[in-house]
C-alpha cells in the first residue's frame, strides 16, 4: 500500500529492521503531528482505548528548529521523555507550527492520559525517535509526518 493510499487514515506504524516507524496524516501540519503522536502511542500499550476517550493530562509544549525533519525528531523525542517523567501516554497535539526567520517553531499543548497498565496492558518500550526516514512534507493536498523509533 503506498503512502498516497493511506491518506485516508489518520495514522500507522511500519517495520524498519529492529525499529519500527510512525507516520501521522493530516490536512494540516499539527493534525499529522498530532496524529503521529497516535501511532507513538500505539506502539507503547496493547490497548490504546484511551484514544476513544477524551484526555485527562495536558503540557504545554514549545519547540524550534532549524529544519522541519528536525523538529519532528525533537518534538517526538520530547513526547517520549514527558511520557516517562509523568507517568503519562500523550497522544494529542493542539497548537501552531509556524516558520518564522528561517527557524520552524512548535507551540501548543500535548494531551493524554496517566499511563494504567492494568487498562492498557504494555506495549514496547520506545527509547527515541531517530532521524532514519525522517520527514515532514505535503503530499498532494495533505502532510505527512514520519520518523523511525529505537524500541
Known amino acids: 500500500m503506498s503512502i498516497t493510499e493511506n ?8 517495520e524498519h529492521g529492529a525499529d519500527i516507524g510512525i507516520r501521522g496524516y493530516g490536512k494540516t501540519p499539527e493534525e499529522a ?3 503521529l503522536l497516535k501511532a507513538l502511542a500505539t506502539l507503547q500499550v496493547e490497548n490504546p482505548l484511551f484514544l476513544l476517550k477524551a ?6 509544549i514549545s519547540l524550534s528548529a532549524e529544519y522541519m ?13 514527558l ?4 507517568g503519562a501516554i500523550y497522544y494529542q497535539f493542539k ?3 509556524e ?20 487498562k492498557y496492558g504494555f506495549g514496547v518500550e520506545v527509547k ?15 502532510y505527512v509526518a514520519q520518523c523511525v523509533v529505537d524500541v
Open 55 to 60: 484526555p485527562e493530562l495536558k503540557d504545554a
Open 99 to 118: 516558520k518564522r526567520d528561517g527557524v520552524y517553531h512548535l507551540v501548543g499543548e500535548i494531551y493524554g492520559v496517566p499511563f494504567d497498565f492494568e
Open 95 to 97: 497548537g501552531k507550527l
Open 83 to 86: 511520557n516517562s517523567l509523568n
Open 33 to 35: 503531528l498530532s496524529n
Open 128 to 142: 527515541g525517535a531517530t532521524f532514519t526516514l525522517a520527514k515532514f512534507e505535503k503530499m498532494n493536498e495533505h
Open 7 to 14: 491518506l485516508l487514515k489518520d495514522y500507522e506504524t511500519f
Open 69 to 81: 525533519d528536525e523538529l519532528l525528531v525533537v518534538f517526538v523525542n520530547k513526547v517520549i521523555s
